[in-house]
Each structure stands twice: as structure tokens, then as C-alpha cells.
């Protein structure tokens, strides 16, 4: 299952970014049997846009084929569009590491 991450930089030591659609990286792990088996750094190009980012954030991390965001917060547009997509959304807080394990573990709050 691959997840989405947004991160206020490129490493797992970073912070989760404190918006979505604005932030400046997606950390994307591709997580199977509750381990992680590989992790990939994305700058986000929507950060700038004037509008409609929280769209195209989403369609992109639909195209990658991404099954789970975990951010701090997120904009009902963006939420809208990702339930479309069929992925799941995940508050968290903290480093992205500690972020993944919590996810894996189940401890982090669904955003409904």
C-alpha cells in the first residue's frame, strides 16, 4: 500500500507539513506486511498555484496510486476530491518516521 506523507522537507526526520495542498514535499512509502519497503521524496509543484491546489495535489497522488494521505490539515475541496479517488485521509503530527509507525500501528484519527 503506498501512503502519502506531506512534509515540510525531503527526509523521514522532517516534520509533517502543517497544510496539504501547500506543502512543500510528499514523502510516499510503499508499506507491506507493516514494514516499510521503500520511500520516495516529491516536491510539490502545486505549492504556488493560485488556486485549485488541493486539486491537483490530489489527482496527482491519484496517479501515483497512493491509498492513504496522513496530514495535519486539510481543505474540504482537497478532501472532497481525494474521497472521489477512493484514498483515505489521516491526521497526524510529528516526524514523518514517527508518523508512519503511528500509522502502521492504527493510532492515528481518520479525517471523516
Do not use: H, W
Not at 497544510?19 to 510528499?26: D, G, Q
Amino acid at each position: 500500500m503506498k501512503i502519502a506523507i506531506s512534509s515540510t522537507g525531503k527526509n523521514l526526520t522532517d516534520e509533517i507539513s502543517g497544510v496539504f495542498a501547500r506543502c512543500p514535499y510528499f514523502i510516499v512509502a510503499e508499506i507491506e506486511d507493516e514494514k516499510i519497503q521503500k520511500i520516495k521524496a516529491i516536491e510539490n509543484k502545486s505549492a504556488n498555484q493560485l488556486g485549485q491546489a488541493g486539486i491537483s495535489v490530489a489527482q496527482l497522488l491519484a496517479e501515483m496510486d497512493v491509498k492513504v494521505i496522513i496530514t495535519s490539515n486539510i481543505g474540504p475541496r482537497a478532501l472532497d476530491v481525494l474521497k472521489q479517488f477512493g484514498i483515505e485521509v489521516y491526521q497526524g503530527k510529528g516526524t514523518i518516521n514517527e508518523v508512519i509507525g503511528k500509522f502502521i500501528e492504527g493510532k492515528l484519527e481518520k479525517v471523516k
